[in-house]
């Protein structure tokens, strides 16, 4: 039986005729809210504790930059560029990165629901200790990523380059890897319950971390396979 997945809820965005243009100062202020409001073709400096809610950013460059407790709901974001910016225990709720540039991008100890990731390159991320509820990455490029004791619940990777992964301690329920490249991915074996893989990762997976020879019923097994195996 296939796997079900929840639809994930989309950002509930207004129209962009009733949207304030960029917000005073292009300059963000701690612990300020900002609603109904377009950034586009703008660089914007971390602070604390900033929402944003109903949001729509267009190449937005955060770079090099720190939030703390950044709040984001029902936000689509657009060929944006937060490489090597990190977010600590940031809320971010129906929000879509669209093409976006996340090298080295630190989501840590933070809280991503309904959130979509499509074609953004995320090499070198880190989302450590943090929790995904109902979340797609779609076409994303992960390579040397880390998922350390983060929570995976009703995720799916979707066509994603996902080599040298890091995903230990982490913990899945209804996690979806199907049809994504894990070559390389570190992780424990025991620990594996509530991932959904295809029949070529699994493969992968038995052969990497429990030693297992796996082959098709008619291939032979030769000396070789044995070779350095105890």
Known sequence: MPSKHRAID????????TMNQGIPDNQLYELESYKNVHLSNCQLQGT??????????????????????LTLQDVRIDKSDF?????????????????????GFQGIKSRFKNVIFKG????????????????????????????????????????????NVILADAKFKNTDFRGSNIEGLQTNINQLKGAILDLFQAAYILQRYANVIVKAVDEETTDKDFENRE
Do not use: H
């Open 83 to 103: 490489a090597n910016t990190e977010w600590e225990e940031g809320s971010i709720n129906r929000v879509e990165f669209i093409d976006c540039r996340l090298l």
């Open 120 to 163: 953004c390159q995320g090499q070198l991320s880190q989302f450590n200790f943090s929790k995904f509820d109902n979340c797609i990455f779609d076409n994303c490029i992960l390579e040397d990523s880390t998922f350390i004791e983060s929570s995976l619940i009703n995720v799916r990777f979707i066509n994603c380059q996902m080599t």
């Open 10 to 17: 989309p950002p509930n965005i207004p129209s962009s005729e």
């Open 48 to 69: 604390k504790g900033v929402d944003f809610q109903y949001a729509y950013f267009d190449n937005v460059k955060a770079i090099n930059t720190y939030f703390k407790k």
